[in-house]
T-cell receptor, first 113, second 114 residues
Framework: KNQVEQSPQSLIILEGKNCTLQCNYTVSPFSNLRWYKQDTGRGPVSLTIMTFSENTKSNGRYTATLDADTKQSSLHITASQLSDSASYICVVELNTNAGKSTFGDGTTLTVKP | DTEVTQTPKHLVMGMTNKKSLKCEQHMGHRAMYWYKQKAKKPPELMFVYSYEKLSINESVPSRFSPECPNSSLLNLHLHALQPEDSALYLC?????????????FGQGTRLTVV
């Protein structure tokens, strides 16, 4: 069982609609939680990063939330665009000198016109 | 320059071939990474170099051999691969190896082993 679980596995929405992706984690010791966007066949690009004490972070139409008590995070996308079609990966970065990270399996988002 | 450049973009190789994947960054980052990513799966860490020394090897088979000739370059030498090694190979770099250092990913090399 992955220590970083994302839901849903895939999602289809119409252009202009909002959506929310979920990430629950059990891995520790927690340092940061980062959301990446990965277009098909390309490398992931960081969208947001949050530490233990931050509970919301925005990057344009992307807003991430973090509840460190319940170990849950969400990524909210507002007014979706066709270019938002991608895989969204939740990554928990560990508070160790090795700086290792645990990746979620990702949510595949498809935005249709 | 905030790019991590990987070459080639695509590679098809036979099981008896020897090939190399290359990765380059000029951001002054001192940590560099190789990841393997299968379709619809997250990237899996293979190797980490910190200050040009191998710091993490995630029990990767010896048919994959990393090399860090200098602080800007990272190679992955491939020999006697299997078809199941076909995947997207991603290189990443970060300022350091500690927490809260953002990893910048390259575009990846799509490898097909035939």
């Amino acid at each position: 069982k992955n220590q970083v679980e994302q839901s849903p596995q895939s999602l289809i929405i119409l252009e202009g609609k909002n959506c929310t992706l979920q990430c629950n984690y059990t891995v520790s010791p927690f340092s940061n939680l980062r959301w990446y966007k990965q277009d098909t066949g390309r490398g992931p690009v960081s969208l947001t990063i949050m530490t233990f004490s931050e509970n919301t972070k925005s990057n344009g139409r992307y807003t991430a939330t973090l509840d460190a008590d319940t170990k849950q995070s969400s990524l909210h996308i507002t007014a979706s665009q066709l270019s938002d079609s991608a895989s969204y990966i939740c990554v928990v970065e560990l508070n160790t000198n090795a700086g290792k990270s645990t990746f979620g399996d990702g949510t595949t988002l498809t935005v249709k016109p | 320059d905030t790019e991590v450049t990987q070459t080639p973009k695509h590679l098809v190789m036979g099981m008896t071939n020897k090939k190399s994947l290359k990765c380059e960054q000029h951001m002054g980052h001192r940590a560099m990474y190789w990841y393997k990513q299968k379709a619809k799966k997250p990237p899996e860490l293979m190797f980490v170099y910190s200050y040009e020394k191998l710091s993490i090897n995630e029990s990767v088979p010896s048919r994959f051999s990393p090399e860090c000739p200098n602080s800007s370059l990272l190679n992955l030498h491939l020999h006697a691969l299997q078809p199941e090694d076909s995947a997207l190979y991603l290189c990443a770099s970060s300022r350091g190896q500690g927490p809260r250092t953002e990893a910048f990913f390259g575009q990846g090399t799509r490898l097909t082993v035939v």
